[in-house]
């Protein structure tokens, strides 16, 4: 299984990347793993602000629907529309071009509160 170190992670299987002002956000090699072949992204909140922990989309695969879960309060400013003709990127690229959105966030003090890569393996249990 795949944790990048310089990643951060939540509970919930997103990791985040932050770049300067941007977080970008994709689940998880775990997260792809347990929900299997990806058929499906659904965003359809860019340009919208919404609070750490809110719904921001949902990833269908072959067996199950989840939700996508926003790691950090902030604007939704760009969703990653390559995953609309080539979900199945999610899967083979979680952490690359497999990415979901991006989000100018608004309250840095919320990374301190994500996981690093330790602590997700403990998570998981890699």
Do not use: C
């Not at 992204?41 to 809110?54: A, H, I, R």
């Not at 309060?73 to 497999?98: K, M, Q």
């Not at 301190?112 to 998570?123: Q, R, V």
């Amino acid at each position: 299984m795949n944790i990048p170190a310089e990643l951060k992670y939540t509970k919930d299987h997103e990791w985040v990347r932050i770049e300067g002002d941007t977080a970008i956000v994709g689940i998880t090699d775990f997260a792809q793993g347990e929900l299997g072949d990806i058929v499906y992204v659904e965003v359809e909140t860019v340009d919208e602000t919404l609070g750490k922990d809110e719904v921001f989309g949902t990833v269908e695969a072959v067996k199950t629907v989840s939700d996508l879960f926003l790691p950090l309060s902030g604007e939704i400013v760009e969703f990653n529309e390559a995953l609309e003709d080539a979900p199945e990127t999610v899967n083979s690229d979680p952490y690359g071009e497999g990415w979901m959105v991006k989000i100018a966030f608004s309250d840095a003090d919320e990374i301190n509160a994500l996981l690093s890569a330790d602590d997700y393996k403990e998570l998981v249990g890699a």
